[in-house]
């Protein structure tokens, strides 16, 4: 099975605008990203993004950017673009184009529980902290993206049931906190 991960990526989020660029380290925060997504079992990586600037800088270090449209509400409908433009994948991870430190091995588990339940796409949650129930990190939060969890199908490994931006059913692997 063929594995495709996209990484939506945009410049104007209204929280942080060109933070997709934000170049702390030597390097801008997207190639962090893809760097480690490079470390997984994926077949191919694409970064979707509806900016030029993000499209360029991608390029330069090597990697793979598509041009999306500049009307998606969410990254989720980024991806969905994406894989209607490439197909052949039989597995579709979104990594979140501001996860530098995300676990090449998180995403290899993705990839698995999709080989095995097959669902159309997957990305990552975790739960919020149990003392945390106000403030900055917590569900009220409105910068905090939440998910509504369905059907276990594997240890750690629910259905989505629902996005408060999008209504799409995917998989999605929990990670320890």
């Known amino acids: ?99 530098p430190e995300i676990e090449p091995a998180a995403i290899n588990t993705l990839i698995q529980l999709q080989r095995e339940h097959q669902p159309f796409m997957s990305t990552l949650c975790c739960k919020f902290p149990a003392d945390k129930t106000a403030g900055q990190g917590s569900p009220l939060d409105p910068t905090c993206n939440k998910v509504v969890m369905g059907q276990e199908i594997a240890k750690n490994a629910r259905y989505a049931i629902y996005f408060p931006e999008v209504l799409f059913l995917i998989l999605v692997a929990l990670r320890a906190l």
């Open 1 to 99: 099975m063929k594995t495709l991960v996209v990484i939506p990526a945009r410049f104007e989020a209204a929280r942080f605008p060109g933070k997709p660029l934000k170049n702390e380290t030597g390097w801008p925060l997207i190639r962090h990203v893809y760097e480690q997504v490079l470390k997984s079992e994926a077949d191919k990586i694409i970064v979707a993004t509806d900016d030029q600037r993000i499209m360029a800088v991608v390029e330069q270090f090597g990697g793979e950017a598509m041009m999306t449209k500049d009307t998606h509400k969410s990254g989720t409908d980024r991806v969905a673009e994406v894989v209607s433009k490439v197909p052949g994948f039989d597995v579709i991870v979104n990594v979140q184009g501001d996860e």
